[in-house]
Each structure stands twice: as C-alpha cells, then as structure tokens.
C-alpha cells in the first residue's frame, strides 16, 4: 500500500498556461518583426499574451487564497523569483544603458562624429520628461503608502493609494504616447533615435505591465481577498513598481538630461 508523503511545497497541476504564454510570447514577438504589414496581428497577439496572463494569475490566486497552497515556504520561493526576475530585468536595461554611453562616448564617422547625430533634435529634458518623472515618483510614494496602509490593516487608505497609483501609472502613459507623436525624430533616424524608442519604449512596455498588475490587485482588495499578512501579489506589484521608477529615473538623467 502506497503512503503518501506530506510536502511543505505546493506540487502544482497540470495547467494549459505555460504552453499557451509560450506561444503567445512568440507569436507577440513575431507579430513585432512584421509589424508593418500585420497590423492588427500584433494587436490580436498582445491582447491573447494578457489574456493567458490573467487566466494563469487566476489560477495562482485561487490556489493561494482559496485552497491553501501557498504556506511560508512556497511564499518564500515565490519571493526568490521575483528577486530573480527583477535582477534579469535589470541586466536587460543595463544593456540599453550600455548601447547608448557606447555610442555617446565614441560616436562614429558615420553619424559625423557628433552626438546627437546631425539633424536629430532632442527632447527638451525639463518639458514633458520631467513631468513624467514627477509622476512616477509620485506614484512610488502613493504605491508605499498602500502598502503601509495594509501592514497597519487600515484598507479604505490602502485601496484610495492603489487608486492614486493607477491613474499617475495611466496618466503616465498617456505623457509617454503624446511626447512620442510631438517627437521631431523617429526610431529610423540614426543609432540615437533607436536607443531613445528602443529604451524609453521597453519602460513604457514595463509601465503598462505594471499599471496593470496594481489594477489587479486592486480589484482582489476590492474582494477581500489581501489581509496584512498574506498580500503577495499585491507585495510584487510594490517591488516592480519601484524598479520601473529607479529604471525611469536612470532614463531621465542618462538619456534625455545628459544626452541633451
């Protein structure tokens, strides 16, 4: 007779959403590449990669809050990964940090020995850069301010602070998009235009994400689904908010400020 062994990790199911945010994930980056001609591929793609997120979050969630399967050890775990996570997201900036002090410090023939390259017009740093600024460090006081409101186990504060945090994370985007069409250069116009789009684009990309990761858990406060000891989800929305601000804050004073 076979016994059955207690374990202190959680032995996860067999689940669809690994395999389905593969192919999504590589269908999103192929739909990049053709872009030009497939338009609305891209956008059918992103909207599926969201789709299966949001179906695997679920399924997270229901098996932490529900059923119990998330113990200190599997929290513990989970909190490593996202250490991880942010660290290889780090080195994945760095790299666009890297490309650009590259081309800045040693500009070449071809763009005339000059940086910025000749007929490329930079963005004024103290113009709409640093409103951004200002609101993504406001939304990292108001992201921390929820998060002490629910350690103290004060709620109402927690969830008017998230709501803050979302709309400066959505007010944000809004600035990013309208510098974008106001830009007197494009992603072709030189190896300056393609570190500025490439680097300030990604943010943008990681600015949404988590925008909508803090609107997720908003609406699991909304269900009472957080207490003041078991908020982990809403605990690695605080952690990749404040990355995307430290990123945002070596963009401004990197890329528009210095290379301005």
Not at 5 to 19: E, G, N, R
Not at 96 to 122: D, K, R
Not at 145 to 173: A, D, K, P
Not at 183 to 204: A, E, K, L, Q, R
Request: hydrophobic share 50%.
């Amino acid at each position: 007779m076979k016994t059955m062994k207690l374990s202190d990790f959680h032995l996860v199911d067999i689940s669809p959403w690994p395999l389905m945010m593969s192919l999504t994930t590589a269908n999103t980056i192929l739909s990049l590449y053709i872009k030009m001609n497939f338009l609305s591929c891209l956008l059918l793609m992103t909207i599926s990669m969201i789709f299966v997120f949001f179906l695997w979050s679920r399924d997270i969630m229901r098996e932490s809050t529900f059923q119990g399967m998330h113990p200190l050890k599997v929290q513990l775990s989970l909190k490593y990964g996202m250490i991880l996570f942010i660290t290889s997201e780090v080195m994945f900036f760095l790299s666009f940090f890297w490309t650009f002090f590259h081309s800045a410090l040693s500009p070449t023939n071809e763009i005339g020995n000059s940086w910025p390259s000749w007929g490329v017009e930079p963005i004024n740093p103290f113009g709409i850069p640093l409103l951004n600024t200002l609101v993504l460090v406001s939304s990292g006081v108001s992201i921390t301010y929820s998060h002490h409101s629910m350690l103290n186990q004060n709620f109402n504060f927690t969830i008017l602070w998230v709501v803050i945090t979302v709309l400066l994370g959505g007010y944000f985007t809004i600035l990013q998009l309208m510098e974008y069409m106001t830009s007197s250069f494009s992603i072709m116009d030189s190896v300056y235009g393609s570190i500025f789009f490439i680097s300030t684009g990604f943010h943008g990309i990681h600015v949404l994400v988590g925008t909508l990761m803090i609107l997720y858990s908003l609406i699991r406060l909304f269900s009472f689904q957080f207490s003041s000891a078991h908020h982990l989800m809403f605990e690695f929305s605080c952690w990749y908010w404040h990355f995307v601000d430290l990123i945002w804050l070596f963009l401004f004073l990197s890329i528009y400020w210095w290379g301005f």
